[in-house]
């Protein structure tokens, strides 16, 4: 069985290179340095089958974070902190969902009306930066 990169494999990958870059995002070196990274992943000699990497993540709702891994595997992701620590889903949606449902409603509007406002948006899961100390991706390489 072949290893083929995962979507998410590569995207980590590519947000490496975007992170890492000293460029501007609008940069020709910049989105050189990345499709060299993705043309590495995507050309690379197919691997024998190894488990897949779970990838950090996090999100952030009502102003808490709440870490994560990600399976590019399965596309399941488990939470590492927070209320619903240890907590498998099924997908990246359902774990967003659950910490909306989780997170508590925020306190009443200052103006007086009593009106508590509630976005209804579920959030979505970010990769982390690399001066973030939650960030477990190791570095990208240059070349």
Do not use: K
């Amino acid at each position: 069985m072949n290893n083929t990169p995962s979507s998410a494999g590569v995207a980590a990958a590519l947000h490496r290179v975007f992170a890492c870059s000293p460029h501007s995002a609008d940069s020709l070196e910049l989105w050189l340095a990345i499709a060299a990274e993705a043309t590495r992943h995507l050309t690379a000699p197919a691997q024998p089958a190894a488990p897949a990497q779970w990838l950090p993540v996090f999100v952030s709702y009502r102003r808490v974070r709440t870490d994560a891994e990600y399976d590019p595997g399965t596309a399941a992701v488990r939470i590492t902190t927070g209320p619903l620590r240890g907590i498998t889903y099924t997908d990246p949606d359902s774990a967003a969902r659950a910490v909306v449902t989780a997170s508590p409603l925020p306190p009443p509007d200052e103006d007086g009306d009593d009106v508590v406002e509630v976005v209804s948006l579920v959030p979505t899961w970010r990769l982390p930066g690399t001066d973030d100390p939650a960030a477990q991706i190791p570095t990208a390489v240059s070349g």
